[in-house]
């Protein structure tokens, strides 16, 4: 991974490039943190949508977990989007793994990439000295899924749900409306709708007892 990151030459820190940002502060200004956050955390669903929208179900069968492309490549776009954002986000999330000294075995799906990249227990990854590269990847990406998605990428409402992460235990779980994908936004678990549909039933059930 190369580090193309723009200096400025007082400070010698890398600056936000879309805005400016006062020397000692993070490489994103908060805005853009907040949007790549976001990218970031859909991208594992927009890879799951190309998926679905690619041509052929031998084509879509072919990819293995490693999430690598086959020979000869895809005819269909959609499938090398998928397969792009596979093996570049891993890259990044393995990339920031080596940074933090961590032997945590490395995946090779965007949606282990994006836990990774998302658990901001690990540390501040924006804050990164490669966080300028990253981000710009990251749009990248979001950019090509936008373009075959169509609307459908920035049009997904977010639904918040009232149930416990059962990882943070804080009511901070989203699910995307009209989708199966719960997610919380403050740690890296996604919960299965079975099971928080048997944590609302938990739930549910204690406060019956308690009337």
Do not use: N
């Not at 890398?14 to 400016?20: L, Q, Y």
């Amino acid at each position: 991974m190369h580090d193309t990151t723009a200096t400025t030459t007082e400070t010698d820190q890398p600056t936000c490039p879309s805005h400016k940002r006062r020397p000692g502060e993070p490489v994103w200004c908060p805005d853009c943190r907040d949007d790549l956050a976001t990218m970031v955390w859909r991208l594992p669903g927009q890879r799951d949508r190309l998926l679905a929208a690619a041509d052929g179900q031998a084509t879509r069968g072919a990819v293995g977990r490693a999430g690598t492309r086959v020979d000869p490549p895809s005819p269909s776009p959609e499938f090398d989007q998928a397969d792009e954002m596979d093996t570049v986000l891993s890259e990044w999330a393995s990339a920031w793994l080596d940074h933090l000294g961590s032997t945590e075995v490395r995946g090779r799906t965007t949606g282990w990439a994006a836990r990774v990249l998302g658990d901001t227990r690990r540390g501040d990854v924006w804050a990164w000295h490669q966080a300028a590269d990253l981000g710009r990847a990251v749009r990248i990406l979001a950019g090509g899924a936008r373009r075959l998605l169509g609307g459908s990428v920035d049009t997904v409402d977010l639904m918040p749900l009232q149930a416990p992460c059962p990882g943070c235990h804080l009511i901070t779980l989203v699910r995307e409306d009209g989708g199966d994908r719960i997610t919380c936004t403050r740690c890296p678990r996604v919960v299965p709708v079975k099971e928080y549909e048997g944590i609302v039933a938990r739930l549910l059930g204690t406060a019956g007892v308690a009337a």
